[in-house]
Nanobody, 122 residues
Framework: QVQLVESGGGLVQAGGSLRLSCVAS????????MYWFRQAPGKEREFVAG????????DYADSVKGRFTISRDNAKNTVYLQMNSLKPEDTAVYFC???????????????WGKGILVTISS
């Protein structure tokens, strides 16, 4: 049974930092593209960041570039999202996802975590 489990969310003041982790189990994800998406109340789920399995190429949504960093440890089947200079508009449920191809569309994701809440207070 494949599972993606997020951790590290919580409440932080604007300007602070959080580090999200996503542990994958059930199979090896070293060749998959791993992603973070987020969904704010009343809004659609949106792409935040992605990292390829081979070479570790990364891309980010414009809204988080320069503030968020995605990384992965294939030996631990884990992907991370370091979030710095957090803003109230970063408040959302953050989801870990995996797919065999690169895409910023949530419909292309094959595996999803259940999500974890990140709340940024002003």
């Amino acid at each position: 049974q494949v599972q993606l489990v997020e951790s590290g969310g919580g409440l932080v003041q604007a300007g602070g930092s959080l580090r999200l982790s996503c542990v994958a189990s059930g199979r090896t994800f070293s060749s998959d593209v791993m992603y973070w998406f987020r969904q704010a109340p009343g809004k659609e789920r949106e792409f935040v960041a992605g990292i390829t399995g081979i070479g570790g190429w990364q891309d980010y949504a414009d809204s988080v570039k320069g503030r968020f960093t995605i990384s992965r440890d294939n030996a631990k089947n884990t992907v991370y999202l370091q979030m710095n200079s957090l803003k109230p508009e970063d408040t959302a449920v953050y989801f870990c996802a995996a797919a065999s191809v690169w895409s910023i569309r949530s419909s292309r994701m094959v595996y999803w975590g259940k999500g974890i809440l990140v709340t940024i207070s002003s």
